[in-house]
C-alpha cells in the first residue's frame, strides 16, 4: 500500500511537530516525548485511527524499530497516552508519506539561492540574496516560497542581466511563458512584480519613499514614459546613429510655457545651459510647476517624485555645464517624502541644492492658513530616524507640530 498525509496523517504531524528553526538548521537531535492529546486525536481521525496508524508505523523496518519510534501502549494495546521518538526518524517518515524533509527542503532553498547569488553578483540584487541566505541559514521560512519558486529566480536573475531600460511588459514577455491563462506579458505585473518590489528594497538604488513604479524605473523596468519638463533656456543637441552629437543645437528658450522631452529623446540628448540662466529651481508638485511664469533668468524643473534613470542622466549632464556660481533650489512637499525626494536630488544631481519655501516660516505660515495633515505615526518614525541635512530644523518642526504640509496647497 502506498501511504500519503491523507491515509496516514500521524506521520505528517510528527513531522511537523518536529518542523522548528532548529529542526531546519540542523541542531535539533535526541528524542521526543510528545503526549496524545484532543488535538491529535481530531487530526488523526479519532482514537481507532490512532491506534491503527501507529500498529502500520510500528511495522516498517525503514524506520529503525523502537529505537526511532516507540508508542506506549495502554488497555491491551487498544490506547496510547505518548509517542516517543528520535529526532532522526523525520527523513524516514517523510519518505514514508511522500514529502520532503523540511531539513532537506531548507538546505535546497539555500543551495538555489547561493547559485543565484552568484550568477548576480555585483548587481542589485546582491543584497536581497544575502538578505534570503541569512534567513534560510536561521531556518526561518518567511522567504522559503520565493526561494523554491525557480520562475521567481529566473526573473530576478533577468532583472540582474539588463543592459538597457526595459518596458514591463516587453520585460515580461522575454521572461516568462504563459501561467495560470496569463499571457506572458502580464505575467510580470500579476504574479512577481510585488515580490520584485520587496527585493529591490535591499538594492543600493532605493531610496525610502520610491512609488512602485520609480523603484521598478530606478531599475531599468518601466512602467510609464520617462519624461522631463522644464521652463527656460536649455539647448540640447542630439547624439546620431553612431554616437556622436550632431552640430545643429535646439533652442528651448522659445518655449515660453514649457519643454517635454520623452525617453528616447533624453537617450540621446546632449543638453547645455544657456548663459541667461542664474538660478536653478526644481520643484516637485505639477501645479505648482504650471503656474511658474516663464523667465529667462531662471530654468524650473518638475521633478514629479524622484528623477528616473534617464532624467538623472540627462540633469547631470546639464550642471556639467553650468557656471560654479549658479544657485540650484528645491521647492517640495513639507513633509517625510519631500525632504528624502530634497536629499535624493542633492545627491544626485544638485550638490549645492538649497532648500526654496521648505523653511520653519514657510511651514508655520502654512498652518496658519490651517493647510496643515495630520502625521501619522509611522512617518514620524520615519521622520525620527531620517539624518535630513539641510532640512533637519524643519524636520524638527513637523515634529513638535505633528503635521505635514503639501506643497500644491499653498497656490
Not at 519638463?229 to 553612431?242: D, F, L
Amino acid at each position: 500500500m502506498e501511504y500519503n498525509e491523507k491515509n496516514l496523517p500521524l506521520a505528517k504531524w510528527l513531522i511537523d511537530k518536529t518542523n522548528t528553526k532548529d529542526y531546519r538548521i540542523g541542531n535539533l537531535l535526541g528524542m521526543k516525548h510528545p503526549k496524545v492529546d484532543g488535538d491529535l486525536l481530531k487530526i488523526v481521525g479519532g482514537r481507532d485511527e490512532l491506534v491503527r496508524q501507529a500498529k502500520v508505523l510500528e511495522r516498517i523496518p525503514a524506520l529503525g524499530g523502537e529505537e526511532y519510534l516507540h508508542f506506549d501502549w495502554r488497555e491491551m494495546n487498544t490506547d496510547i497516552t505518548k509517542i516517543d521518538y528520535r529526532v532522526e526518524v523525520i527523513p524516514g517518515l517523510c519518505d514514508l508519506i511522500g514529502v520532503i524533509d523540511p531539513r532537506e527542503r531548507q538546505l535546497q532553498a539555500i543551495t538555489r539561492v547561493c547559485k543565484l547569488q552568484e550568477d548576480v553578483s555585483g548587481s542589485c540584487l546582491f543584497a536581497y540574496c544575502n538578505h534570503v541566505l541569512e534567513q534560510l541559514n536561521k531556518g526561518n521560512t518567511k522567504e522559503l516560497s520565493k526561494a523554491e519558486d525557480e520562475e521567481f529566480l529566473k526573473c530576478l536573475k533577468a532583472l540582474a542581466d539588463l543592459k538597457e531600460p526595459e518596458w514591463k511588459r516587453v520585460f515580461s514577455s522575454k521572461v516568462f511563458e504563459k501561467k495560470n491563462d496569463i499571457t506572458p506579458s502580464k505575467v510580470f505585473e500579476r504574479i512577481y512584480q510585488g515580490a520584485v518590489i520587496e527585493a529591490l528594497k535591499y538594492s543600493p538604488q532605493y531610496e525610502e519613499g520610491m512609488s512602485d513604479d520609480e523603484i521598478l524605473a530606478a531599475h531599468g523596468i518601466l512602467s510609464y514614459s520617462q519624461t522631463l519638463e522644464w521652463k527656460g533656456a536649455v539647448e540640447y543637441c542630439m547624439t546620431g546613429r553612431n554616437g556622436t552629437a550632431i552640430e545643429e543645437k535646439i533652442d528651448t528658450s522659445l518655449n515660453y510655457y514649457g519643454t517635454v522631452l520623452n525617453a528616447q529623446t533624453l537617450e540621446h540628448a546632449v543638453p547645455n545651459l544657456r548663459n541667461s540662466v542664474e538660478k536653478i529651481i526644481v520643484i516637485e508638485n505639477k501645479a505648482n510647476y504650471e503656474s511658474m511664469e516663464y523667465d529667462p533668468k531662471v530654468l524650473y524643473i518638475f521633478c514629479h517624485g524622484y528623477f528616473s534613470p534617464k532624467e538623472v542622466r540627462f540633469l547631470q549632464m546639464l550642471m556639467k555645464t553650468a557656471p560654479e556660481e549658479i544657485q540650484c533650489y528645491h521647492w517640495g512637499d513639507m513633509d517625510y517624502g519631500g525632504i528624502q525626494i530634497f536629499l535624493y536630488n542633492e545627491k544626485n544631481i544638485f550638490p549645492n541644492l538649497i532648500p526654496w519655501k521648505m523653511d520653519v516660516p514657510s511651514y508655520k505660515a502654512a498652518l496658519e492658513k490651517e493647510k496643515g495633515i495630520k502625521l501619522c505615526s509611522k512617518k514620524q518614525k520615519k521622520l525620527e530616524a531620517l539624518n535630513a541635512g539641510k532640512l533637519e530644523v524643519l524636520k524638527q518642526c513637523i515634529l513638535e507640530n505633528k503635521m505635514e504640509i503639501e506643497q500644491e496647497m499653498l497656490i
